[in-house]
């Protein structure tokens, strides 16, 4: 059986020992790191609902724009103060997407949909047209586009030209293949690959198409014999 001091002890009056205070541990750099991050994703992601919501803002204001030119036969301007102005609508009939195209394709064209690339004719004329667009915007779905598909464009004097998929291939942007003057009527429409990253690199994703038929405004379809499967 313990002892216990009797009250009459000198020791039993006197006050425990003070604990001692820990310093005050400062908050892992760790914790600040993951906020920072988490705070940085926010961001990202809020930018990146912007990107798509101001793209698809702008393709419904290019429609009428485009709209307007077919009625008009004048180049029409989505807003006053655009340095572009649309030129094509391209629809993939398979996959239930369409694109109005804007010329040139500059950063700022290319903000707002797929641009017409300079020095390169116009779908349905000798040569090869090509149109670029962002990956993660209007040409993501290229993707999903396979050899066979066709896809239809819808020029500013109101002719339609319709293609076919040849095939799909990934190239350097310098070393891309492509002959603005080659023989035939062909069709290529480009943007950046991997289709997931998030970096801007020097690959590009390529759809080839070749011309099998043509319809003027106010005509019959015209069918490219060469074409024909």
Not at 48 to 72: N, P, S, Y
Not at 145 to 154: H, L, Q, R, S
Not at 156 to 168: E, H, P, S
Request: aromatic share 6%; net charge positive.
């Amino acid at each position: 059986m313990s002892e216990t001091l009797p009250l009459s002890h000198p020791l039993a009056w006197q006050r425990p020992p003070r604990r001692q205070r820990l310093p005050r541990q400062r908050r892992p750099k760790s914790r600040l790191i993951a906020l920072l991050l988490v705070l940085a994703g926010l961001v990202l992601a809020g930018q990146g609902v912007w990107i798509h919501a101001k793209a698809q803002l702008a393709q419904v204001l290019l429609d009428r724009a485009f709209a307007e030119t077919l009625a008009t036969g004048r180049s029409v301007k989505p807003w006053p103060w655009a340095d572009t102005w649309p030129v094509a609508r391209i629809d993939l009939p398979r996959l239930g997407e369409s694109a109005i195209a804007l010329a040139g394709a500059s950063g700022q064209a290319l903000a707002f949909g797929p641009g017409h690339v300079q020095d390169t004719p116009e779908a349905g004329d000798p040569g090869t047209a090509v149109y670029a667009a962002h990956r993660d915007t209007h040409f993501r779905i290229l993707r999903d586009v396979k050899p066979g598909d066709e896809i239809d464009v819808t020029r500013r004097d109101g002719r339609r030209v319709t293609f076919r998929v040849t095939g799909t291939r990934v190239a350097t942007w310098d070393v891309s293949g492509i002959d603005p003057r080659a023989p035939g009527r062909n069709l290529v429409l480009a943007t950046c690959w991997p289709f997931d990253a998030t970096a801007r690199g020097p690959y590009r994703y390529l759809v080839e198409a070749e011309e099998i038929r043509q319809q003027s405004p106010a005509g019959p379809v015209v069918a490219d014999a060469s074409m024909a499967p």
